[in-house]
C-alpha cells in the first residue's frame, strides 16, 4: 500500500496533468512518471496503474479523468479519500471544469449543434461494468448526485447545450416556426415547473425536459425531485429526462420516458417533516 504522503503527490500531480489535458496544452506523462519516481521512491510501473486507479476513482465520483489512464479498479480504499481531500482543498476545480462546460454550451448554442443521443445504458444493451458495484459505493459515499444538483453552473450550461439540440433539431426538421418558440422554463419562470425546456416534437406535440448533466460517465447517479416526478406521471406523454454526462468533453446524451421507474432505481433521500 501507497503511503499518504505517496498518494497525496500522485493525485496532486495527476491534477496537474488532467488541467492541462482539459485545456489542450502539451505535457509529457514520461516526464512526470520521472519526477514521482524521485518523490514518491516508487518503480514507474507502479506509478503507471496508480493512475490508472485515480481515474477509476474519478470515475466512480462522476468527474472527467485523463484518456490515456483507462480506470482500474483494484485500489485501495484510502485513495478515494486522498482524491476526495484534493477536490475539498481546492473548490476552485469543480469550477474551473464547469466554466469549460460553460463555453463548450455557448459555442453549441451559436453553432446549433446537434448533441450525439443514444439509447439508454441498460443490462441488455449496455451490460453494466464488473466494477459497478464499487463505483456505486464510491458515489454513494461522496454523495455525487448531490454535488452536481448544487452546481447551478453545470446545470445551466447542461440546460443551455439542450437547448441548442432542440433548435437545431427542430430547423433541420423544418421547423423553424417551433424552433422560435421553444422557451427555457427554469430561466424565465424559476425551477417550480417539473421541466427545464419546453421544446416540441417535429410534429407539434409538446416536449418538456428536464435536464440533468454531469462531467461523469452515463451511469452516475443523479438527483430527481418530487415535483419532477409528479409532473412526469401528469403529463407522461410529454415529459422527458434528458441525461447529459461526459460534459466536460464531448456531451453525449440519453433520454428517458416515463414511468421512470422502469429505467432507474429511486430511492427517497430526504422528507419534509410537518409538526402535528
Request: hydrophobic share 40%; net charge negative.
Amino acid at each position: 500500500d501507497w503511503t499518504d504522503e505517496q498518494n497525496d503527490a500522485i493525485v496532486a500531480d495527476y491534477f496537474a496533468m488532467l488541467a492541462d489535458d482539459l485545456a489542450g496544452r502539451s505535457y509529457s506523462k514520461a516526464e512526470h512518471n520521472r519526477m514521482l519516481q524521485v518523490t514518491t521512491g516508487r518503480p514507474r510501473g507502479s506509478i503507471e496503474y496508480k493512475h490508472q486507479n485515480i481515474s477509476a476513482v474519478l470515475q466512480g465520483l462522476g468527474e472527467t479523468w485523463i484518456p490515456g489512464y483507462k480506470p482500474a479498479f483494484n485500489f485501495q480504499a484510502s485513495l478515494a479519500d486522498v482524491v476526495k481531500r484534493w477536490l475539498d482543498r481546492h473548490p476552485e476545480w469543480l469550477a474551473s471544469v464547469a466554466q469549460l462546460g460553460v463555453h463548450r454550451a455557448l459555442a453549441a448554442f451559436a453553432e446549433e449543434a446537434i448533441l450525439w443521443i443514444g439509447p439508454p445504458p441498460t443490462h441488455s444493451n449496455h451490460p453494466p461494468p464488473a466494477e459497478l458495484e464499487q463505483m456505486t459505493a464510491i458515489a454513494w459515499k461522496y454523495d455525487v448526485a448531490e454535488r452536481d444538483a448544487r452546481n447551478r453552473l453545470l446545470g445551466r450550461a447542461g440546460e443551455e447545450r439542450v437547448l441548442a439540440h432542440e433548435r437545431a433539431s427542430l430547423r433541420a426538421a423544418g421547423r423553424t416556426d417551433l424552433a422560435n418558440r421553444i422557451r427555457w422554463t427554469s430561466k424565465l419562470d424559476g425551477d417550480g415547473a417539473g421541466y427545464d425546456i419546453e421544446s416540441f416534437e417535429p410534429d407539434g406535440n409538446r416536449r418538456l425536459i428536464e435536464v440533468k448533466t454531469t462531467n461523469g460517465w452515463e451511469r452516475t447517479p443523479f438527483h430527481i425531485t418530487n415535483n419532477e416526478l409528479e409532473v412526469a406521471k401528469a403529463r407522461r406523454e410529454e415529459w422527458r429526462l434528458v441525461r447529459l454526462w461526459n460534459f466536460a468533453r464531448e456531451p453525449r446524451a440519453f433520454e428517458l420516458r416515463p414511468p421512470l421507474e422502469a429505467h432507474v432505481s429511486l430511492m427517497a433521500t430526504s422528507y419534509q417533516a410537518t409538526l402535528f
